[in-house]
């Protein structure tokens, strides 16, 4: 079975700096997506990014990018330039058929 | 883009109670959906797969008898959570997936907005 680990419960970030998040997963198998999800208070599930495991480049997505290691089976997050707007639970996934989610980190993003 | 509409998005019962909860996929057709239950400032966990014109695929550990999923088309899963009780409050959530153009495993899951269930 696959897990996904979450090792930050809580972290904060000052405005406009950057933050990593970080994720690692267990599992057995060759191809498979990753994904990070963000749950704002409203409790809304927004996909942040997402990654095949069989493409070495790390996605970017504007202001949010991954550092995607398959040998080391990690999956970390890093946001830059920070804004309020980015406080949320964020959520690491993996997935074959089915999502599997870590634990979550608590990002809090200070003025 | 895909949406997935979840309802009711907060629901109040008895203890004893059966409670359905409705999971649409509005613009696209989902054979499969999925269901997780979300404690306060915990993880989603995934309690079932929905599968549609078959039997959904419990987590271990999930009672099948007291969460009762229905996928009867490819736009409608519910999840019927049966004589109720105040452990089963929670939040509860929906979700699919638009494969459409996409590897089935790089498509995003679309999430409901949850329904917040509470049991008296």
């Keep these: ?111 | 883009g895909a949406v997935v509409s979840q309802h009711p998005s907060r629901v109040i019962c008895k203890s004893g109670t059966s409670v359905k909860i409705e999971c649409r996929s509005l613009d696209f057709q989902a054979t499969t959906m999925f269901w997780y239950r979300q404690f306060p400032k915990q993880s989603l966990m995934l309690m079932a797969t929905s599968n549609e014109g078959s039997k959904a695929t419990y987590e271990q550990g999930v009672e099948k008898d007291k969460f009762l999923i229905n996928h009867a088309s490819l736009t409608l899963s519910t999840l019927t959570v049966t004589s109720a009780h105040p452990e089963d409050s929670s939040f509860y959530i929906c979700s699919a997936r638009d494969p459409k153009g996409q590897r089935l495993g790089y498509s995003p899951l679309h999430f409901g907005n949850g329904t917040r269930l509470t049991v008296t």
């Excluded at chain 1, 830059?80 to 980190?105: H, I, K, P, V």
């Design chain 1, 1 to 111: 079975a696959q897990t996904v680990t979450q090792s930050q419960p809580e972290m904060s970030v000052q405005e406009a700096e950057t933050v990593t998040l970080s994720c690692t997963y267990d599992t057995s198998e060759s191809n498979y997506y990753l994904f990070w999800y963000k749950q704002p208070p409203s409790r809304q599930m927004i996909l942040v990014i997402r990654q095949e495991a069989y493409k070495q480049q790390n996605a970017t997505e504007n202001r949010f990018s991954v550092n995607f290691q398959k040998a080391a089976k990690s999956f970390s997050l890093k946001i830059s330039d920070s804004q309020l707007g980015d406080t949320a639970m964020y959520f690491c996934a993996f997935t074959r058929n089915d999502m599997r989610f870590g634990a979550g980190t608590r990002l809090t993003v200070k003025p």
